[in-house]
């Protein structure tokens, strides 16, 4: 498919996901016998509510990502990751302690990461994990549970999980089948526009200068995607019914995939929402509310949109379905095997 035509495609897609969301509702209007104006100022509170919320997390991460383009060569990717697979894959559910962004910044960053030469496992690993293990989520989810064991919980199974899917994709897939183009570096098939194949380190000037230019185009790329994701998030908050839900999550096996449900509705950025998951903990058993604060970081509306603009659409798919398994079987077994 030409550049054009992914273009065409894209602006294709963009169309038919407003008129999802002006359908469903005007369904909603038609349905529930409520005020048209009600429902659209619920939704337009909850599509402001999330898009605030993301916006500057998805700022910093682009401006990391410009920061990176400017000063980190693939010289600097060799010498700081390991050469074995396994504990390379370890290393990248760390790196968010060196990049402290949410899933909404996160993605950027992989992405420069990748064109960088980042082995592909230890992004995928990066972009699942450093939502959670981060040190602003790590203090937040402190601050609402205590140092207990919900936070002991939620960064031993998202390394876990992260680190698991890392591994799958080293041992079962090569970066030409599972990223886009634009998100590889020369050597593996990428662009060799976006990135010399031997670069210079830039002078502090320059590289601030190409540092901000880049934050502003990529921004304006990926924020593309996050309205998408925030959309169809603030509908799917108008449209359903949250008291539904919490009558259905009493049971150890229903409980874990109303909260994974939940998560990936809400739509709620990872560094507050460790404060929602609060008002459940009472209603919702443990087990269950660590899927929502693993799983809900790591997937949820707006990052599955994201994850298109570097990957290829049918790896978007497994990146959305390992984790949920992953996190659903932990939550599950917890719920089954442990009393908190």
Same mark, same amino acid.
Request: with cysteine; aromatic share 8%; net charge positive.
């Given at each position: 498919?030409?550049t054009h ?8 897609l ?6 999802a ?9 038609i349905g ?8 659209i100022? !619920?939704?337009?509170t ?5 898009f605030? =919320?993301?916006?500057?997390?998805l700022?910093?991460g +682009?401006?990391a990502s410009?920061? !990176?383009d400017?000063?980190v060569t693939?010289d600097d990717?060799?010498?700081?990751v390991?050469r074995?697979k396994i504990? /390379?894959t ?8 060196l ?6 910044? @996160? ?5 420069r $990461?990748?064109?960088k030469g980042?082995?592909m496992? @230890?992004?995928?690993?990066f972009?699942l994990a450093?939502?959670v293990i981060?040190p ?7 601050v609402a ?5 919900t936070? !002991?919980?939620r ?11 890392g591994l799958i ?7 030409? =089948?599972? $990223?886009?183009? %634009? ?13 010399p194949l031997y ?6 000037g ?13 921004f304006? =790329?990926?924020?593309?995607? &996050? ?5 169809l998030?603030a509908t799917?908050?108008t &449209?359903?019914? %949250?008291?539904?839900?919490?009558a259905l999550?009493?049971g150890? @096996?229903v409980?874990?995939?109303v909260m994974?449900?939940l998560?990936?509705?809400l ?5 507050v929402?460790?404060?929602? /998951?609060?008002?459940?903990a009472?209603?919702?058993t443990t087990?269950s509310? &660590?899927?929502?604060? +693993? ?9 599955t ?16 379905? $390992?984790?949920?398994?992953?996190t659903?079987w932990?939550g599950?077994w917890?719920?089954?095997? !442990?009393?908190?």
């Amino acid at each position: 498919m030409d550049t054009h035509a992914r273009v065409m495609l894209r602006r294709a897609l963009l169309w038919a996901a407003a008129l999802a969301v002006v359908t469903l509702l005007l369904v909603a209007v038609i349905g529930t016998g409520q005020d048209a104006g009600t429902i659209i100022s !619920i939704f337009s509170t909850r599509f402001l509510g999330i898009f605030i =919320e993301a916006t500057p997390f998805l700022l910093l991460g +682009t401006l990391a990502s410009g920061l !990176i383009d400017a000063f980190v060569t693939p010289d600097d990717i060799a010498r700081f990751v390991p050469r074995n697979k396994i504990l /390379a894959t370890i290393v990248g559910s760390l790196l968010g302690f060196l990049f402290p962004v949410c899933e909404c910044g @996160v993605v950027p960053v992989v992405r420069r $990461l990748f064109t960088k030469g980042l082995p592909m496992s @230890v992004g995928v690993t990066f972009l699942l994990a450093a939502p959670v293990i981060n040190p602003v989520v790590l203090v937040s989810t402190a601050v609402a549970f205590g140092i207990g064991p919900t936070l !002991i919980g939620r960064v031993v199974i998202t390394i876990v999980v992260a680190v698991t899917v890392g591994l799958i994709f080293a041992l079962g897939a090569r970066p030409q =089948e599972v $990223l886009r183009p %634009q998100a590889m570096a020369p050597v593996m098939g990428g662009s060799s526009e976006i990135i010399p194949l031997y670069p210079r380190r830039k002078s502090l000037g320059v590289g601030l200068k190409d540092a901000l230019r880049l934050a502003g185009d990529e921004f304006f =790329e990926m924020g593309r995607y &996050l309205i998408i994701g925030t959309l169809l998030a603030a509908t799917m908050q108008t &449209l359903v019914s %949250q008291d539904v839900l919490i009558a259905l999550g009493r049971g150890p @096996v229903v409980s874990v995939l109303v909260m994974q449900a939940l998560a990936f509705l809400l739509s709620v950025c990872s560094t507050v929402d460790a404060f929602l /998951a609060l008002a459940f903990a009472g209603t919702f058993t443990t087990g269950s509310v &660590l899927a929502f604060l +693993t799983f809900g970081p790591m997937v949820d509306i707006k990052s599955t949109l994201m994850f298109a603009g570097v990957f290829k659409g049918r790896v978007v798919f497994y990146l959305i379905l $390992l984790p949920l398994l992953l996190t659903m079987w932990i939550g599950i077994w917890l719920n089954l095997n !442990i009393t908190f």
